[in-house]
């Protein structure tokens, strides 16, 4: 069956990439198709192709499969279910490399024990040995051997073949040594001196080797695959914010539930107090107040009645809704923001991960070199023992054990120190990311304030008791459910104590709250409401809330007794330690700015109060995206800390993102970094640790790096045995885990973080 789809671009699932050198081959063979532009992402194992009129995704397929790999147009997004699914057969997808790696690790443990300790080396111990590093060689390893063997067919090579033909090499050699060599000799010993004893190599076996360099590069490729498998957890989030089913009226009025998908545009459903908005549409019946926290991540319900339009996901937090369906499925503003999501996640990344970058070079230049010292050993006379020597030698000092630890160790005992300050960091390319940041963009609500309606401020007419307007006005709240009137209940049971006993009372829809507290008659809500009975505010409340409305707080009047005798304001809170949060931000060389959907009056205040000069306000959840694109046109590197779904796009598009962990799921897992205190102090420390992890994994790259270059000639010149091979080639790792575990002594500035 054919996939020929209309010209334009596709996005394709990319199967069998093992390192960055093999996204690197599969865009290369694909833009060698005229007029196809192609660029693959080794992170989330996509390739996004424009391609012309004349050529399918069949041919693209074809070009792929072509390179030794695999390739399928993904598929659609699915239901919360579906996503279960996904993230089960991901789960199935880690198992086989999981198996492999306990496997090599516990069967390599004694190998390398024996090789190790001369007191073990019992008779016949080779031979036991053997028994253990066997299926470590060939069931552990078969990854590398089988990638080897596709790059070989292909006319390539990777890190792959480097592990593949070191350790197959160093287990022939074994091999060799002990049926035919002396190693096989009851009794014989393992020579470790750091010397030339002999050329033949007979005196040694290096099964240790083999199976210890698998066990170490398997490690690194499971916390690798680990940290690649979360790639689609930002989408998956995503989808499953949305109702499950929905209520749908039929007709004579009869509900009648069914599944969220076979909701149609026209069909009118209900939406009862707590419950999710099925998909976008407009109110035809009822007014209520709609939490759309989750979804924008702004903390004021928005007051809706007939004619208003609502949003699939945000909650009714209020009265009984009949709303007409106008979008759904794809079409849907939760889908977009999906998508949003999908394609910031799928940019190609711009700095490779600096171990495949080496070993692009590396890889063949080492076998080369290998080829090359056995064919001169043997073109002058050396011996096939010293020249298989030599040849075995080059590719054990080079085998790129350390390069594989490098970054694995430094990012264990790095994130491993950033979680004991609650600081998450999810993956090697998180850090290169940390380096050249010179702006950081600051969502308002969740992140530099937060979230939460609070009690700010109660003004009273003249002679009228603050305390007794709190009692009275906090009980009639209370018993309601308004998010607003519930910041206002708790706000007085603690600055008045105890509220008064509600009789009467009664909800006036879209206005406030009425009823009667301890004999006094009590309106509490807009203006309008208390002039329905004739209660008028005075010069001084209308000021009074006219300069709260300007602060952009939420102020509502307080009738009491006949008369308007109050205001009580209510806003969004700055965090404790924002302000010294931007200072230290500053500090680290980065220009805040201050981004959220709220009116510019409410941004501005909160931008002073913790010194921030920059600020873009009333900006859809849509348009954060475009806001980052356009301070990435500008030239500035930027960083994002944000907490709510809408965020999400955001967090995944900027160059790093960071994601407040008191916020949203679907915000941390497109974020790049987590700080799970929600105290915006930690981001400063974040980047820090960031940076000296990256700082570390550069030294581990250019340390690792630096043995082989150094120990190559000596291996080719037949001045090391494989086995100081192996000892040099251990040391390089040892030396790169104790230099990782420096980043144990990092220290936060902020003391009280974790």
């Known amino acids: 069956m054919s996939t020929e789809v209309t010209p334009g671009r596709v996005e394709l699932t990319i199967g069998g990439m093992t390192c960055a050198s093999c996204a690197a081959r599969v865009e290369k063979r694909l833009n060698k198709i005229e007029g196809v532009t192609a660029t693959v992402n080794y992170a989330t194992e996509k390739a996004r192709v424009d391609y012309p009129d004349g050529v399918t995704v069949d041919d693209l397929i074809a070009q792929v499969e072509k390179a030794g790999y695999t390739a399928e147009p993904p598929p659609p997004p699915t239901t919360a279910a579906g996503s279960e699914d996904a993230s089960a057969e991901e789960d199935d997808g880690l198992r086989p490399l999981r198996q492999r790696l306990v496997t090599a690790i516990v069967l390599s443990v004694p190998v390398v024990a024996m090789a190790m300790v001369p007191a073990w080396q019992f008779d016949n111990w080779q031979w036991l040995s053997l028994t253990l590093a066997a299926p470590v060689v060939v069931y552990a390893g078969w990854p590398f051997h089988k990638a080897a063997w596709t790059n070989l067919r292909h006319g390539a090579a990777t890190m792959d073949t480097l592990v593949s033909l070191g350790t197959l090499a160093a287990f022939g050699w074994s091999l060799w040594a002990l049926f035919w060599g002396m190693a096989g000799e009851p009794g014989m010993k393992h020579e470790f001196e750091f010397s030339v004893t002999r050329t033949d190599g007979s005196m040694n076996i290096y099964l240790e080797t083999a199976s210890a360099v698998i066990a170490f590069i398997l490690a690194g490729r499971y916390f690798e695959a680990r940290a690649k498998r979360r790639a689609g957890s930002a989408l998956r989030a995503l989808m499953e914010l949305g109702a499950k089913d929905v209520a749908v009226l039929r007709d004579g009025g009869r509900e009648e539930r069914i599944p969220v998908e076979r909701l149609a545009v026209g069909d009118v459903f209900v939406v009862r107090p707590g419950e999710k908005i099925a998909t976008d549409g407009a109110v035809v019946e009822g007014s209520s107040a709609v939490d759309a926290s989750l979804l924008t991540g702004e903390s004021v319900p928005v007051e809706v009645g007939p004619g208003d339009t609502v949003t699939g996901a945000t909650v009714n937090a209020g009265g009984r809704l009949l709303v007409r369906a106008t979008q759904v ?20 990344a711009k700095v490779q991960r600096l171990a495949d970058r080496i070993s692009g070079v590396f890889v063949p230049i080492v076998i080369a070199l290998a080829v090359g010292t056995l064919g001169f ?36 005992v790095g994130t491993g120190r950033g979680a004991q300050f609650g600081i998450l960091i999810k993956g090697p390319e998180v850090l290169e990311s ?24 109660v003004i009273t007419a003249e002679g009228v008791d603050e305390n007794e307007v709190l009692r009275l006005a906090g009980a009639l709240e209370n018993a309601s459910e308004h998010p607003i009137a519930q910041a206002i209940a708790t706000g007085a049971a ?16 879209g206005l406030g709250v009425q009823g009667i507290v301890d004999g006094h008659g009590v309106l509490v809500g807009r203006p309008q409401l208390l002039a329905e009975w004739s209660q008028h505010l005075s010069p001084e409340l209308e000021k009074a809330m006219r300069e709260a409305q300007e602060l952009g707080h939420t102020a509502v009047a307080v009738g009491i007794d006949g008369a308007a005798r109050a205001v009580i304001t209510v806003a969004d809170q700055v965090k404790p330690g924002s302000a010294e949060a931007v200072e230290r931000l500053r500090a680290l060389g980065l220009r805040p700015v201050l981004l959220t959907g709220d009116a510019e009056a409410v941004a501005r205040t909160v931008a002073s109060t913790v010194g921030i000069g920059e600020v873009i306000a009333e900006v859809l959840p849509e348009g954060k995206v475009d806001v980052i694109k356009r301070l990435k046109d500008e030239g500035r590197t930027v960083a994002m800390v944000g907490d709510g779904v809408n965020d999400a796009a955001a967090l995944a598009e900027a160059d790093l993102g960071l994601a407040m962990g008191t916020g949203t799921d679907v915000a941390i897992e497109a974020s790049d970094l987590t700080l799970v205190s929600g105290d915006l102090r930690v981001a400063a420390d974040a980047i820090r640790l960031a940076r000296r992890t990256l700082a570390t994994i550069k030294g581990n790259l250019f340390w690792a790096f630096g043995y082989n270059v150094a120990a190559l000639p000596l291996a080719a010149a037949g001045l090391l045995n494989p086995m100081i091979a192996g000892a040099a080639m251990a040391f390089s790792s040892v030396f790169v885990v104790s230099n990782s575990l420096r980043l144990r002594r990092f220290k936060p500035l902020h003391t009280s973080a974790g």
């Open 329 to 348: 499925g794809s079409d849907t503003r939760l889908a977009q923001m999906a998508r949003l999501v999908e394609e910031a996640q799928g940019g190609k």
């Open 377 to 412: 050993w043997l073109g002058t006379g050396g011996g096939a023992a010293a020249a298989f020597t030599a040849a075995v030698a080059v590719l054990i000092i080079a085998c790129p054990c350390a390069l594989g630890l490098a970054t694995p160790t430094a990012l264990m």
């Open 434 to 457: 940390t380096r050249a940041i010179d702006t950081v963009v600051l969502d308002k609500t969740g992140t530099v304030t937060t979230g939460q309606m609070a009690l700010v401020d």
């Open 494 to 509: 603690t600055r008045a104590g105890e509220l008064g006993k509600v009789e009467d009372f009664a909800n006036v829809e």
